[in-house]
């Protein structure tokens, strides 16, 4: 059975007109690294709160369909035992931190001391986390004396200590400089890696072209396409609906060099390929 499961899934916030999640069916396995793009107000965050149980949990509202993750049912379910499968981050690290704690051990530690987890277990996870994220270095230091990239991976970790099976989040990068925008992906690619399930809101398509599996287009709370980067920055309409393919897609599409399906090329390698074979042809 797929990882998670959305059948029909539709949303109105309260007091609101028009429906934020519009009718989305769709899976995804376990393992996938997912992209989600479109412009603003396209239901991005809606559907990642959805996916963490913030709706309807939190969020009241109108709900209708269903989202089952491990075949548990969203709506159904306790938010804390959502929380145990679905991990969240968002936009700004500064709102994920404690602002309690003095090092980023114990920031790490926080969530699992809510849940009395023994002190052995504790450490092995979080030498785990931070090892994965390549953040062995910080582990000292204050929390908010740390770069952007350095502060979304500590973000990260805490997430990650709580063992969750999938990650939601939701503009990660968009506060960070190219530096700590590549450090988030190389450490989200790891966990990915892992077998870690990955949805990720992100506006920069090269970032997304490069490291996601299937690439979900939302506008109007629907979903216009959930397919392959290649396949989905190959679409002709994307200016129209807000989203900027890859530069190397919009140069092909210029140049007209696609592949023999054609299918545009979305990353440098894919654009350098296409290239070489036009020159040899002729
Ligand atoms: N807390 C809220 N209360 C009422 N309406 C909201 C709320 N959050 C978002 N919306 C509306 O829901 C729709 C989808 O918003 P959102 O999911 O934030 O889009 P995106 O993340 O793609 O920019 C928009 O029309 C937005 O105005
Ligand atoms: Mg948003």
Do not use: W
């Not at 793009?37 to 149980?53: E, F, P, V």
């Not at 994920?96 to 809510?114: H, I, P, R, W, Y």
């Not at 939601?168 to 989200?188: C, H, M, N, W, Y």
Request: glycine share 8%; hydrophobic share 40%.
């Amino acid at each position: 059975m797929s990882k998670i499961i959305v059948k029909s899934l539709k949303y109105k916030y309260p007091l609101t007109e028009a429906l934020a999640l519009n009718g989305l069916t769709f899976q995804i396995e376990r393992g996938e690294f997912i992209g989600i793009i479109g412009r603003n107000g396209a239901g991005k965050s809606t559907l990642c709160a959805a996916l963490s149980g913030l709706v309807p949990h939190f969020f009241k509202g109108a709900y209708g369909g269903s989202i089952l993750i491990d075949g548990i049912n969203v709506k159904e379910s306790k938010l804390s035992d959502i929380a145990r499968k679905v991990g969240i981050v968002f936009q700004n690290p500064f709102t994920q931190m404690t602002g309690a704690k003095d090092s980023v051990t114990e920031e790490l530690a926080f969530g699992m001391e809510n849940l009395a987890i023994p002190k052995t277990e504790m450490v092995r996870r979080i030498d785990d986390a931070l090892r994965l994220l390549e953040i062995e270095n910080l582990r000292d230091k204050n929390p908010f004396e740390l770069s952007g990239g350095q502060m979304q991976r500590v973000a990260i970790a805490s997430i990650l200590v709580m063992l969750p099976e999938v990650i939601v989040l939701d503009e990660p990068t968009s506060q960070l400089d190219p530096q700590g925008t590549e450090e988030v992906f190389k450490a989200i690619k790891r966990l990915s890696n892992q077998g870690m399930t990955i949805i990720m809101v992100e506006h920069k398509t090269e970032k997304i072209a490069e490291y996601a599996d299937r690439v979900m287009l939302l506008d109007q709370g629907q979903i216009v396409a959930f397919d392959p980067p290649a396949k989905l920055f190959s679409l002709s309409n994307l200016e129209e609906r807000g989203v900027r393919p890859p530069v190397f897609t919009r140069v092909a599409k210029g140049l007209d060099i696609h592949d023999q399906v054609g299918l545009y090329p979305v990353t440098l390698e894919s654009t350098v390929n296409e290239v070489q074979k036009v020159y040899e042809s002729h």
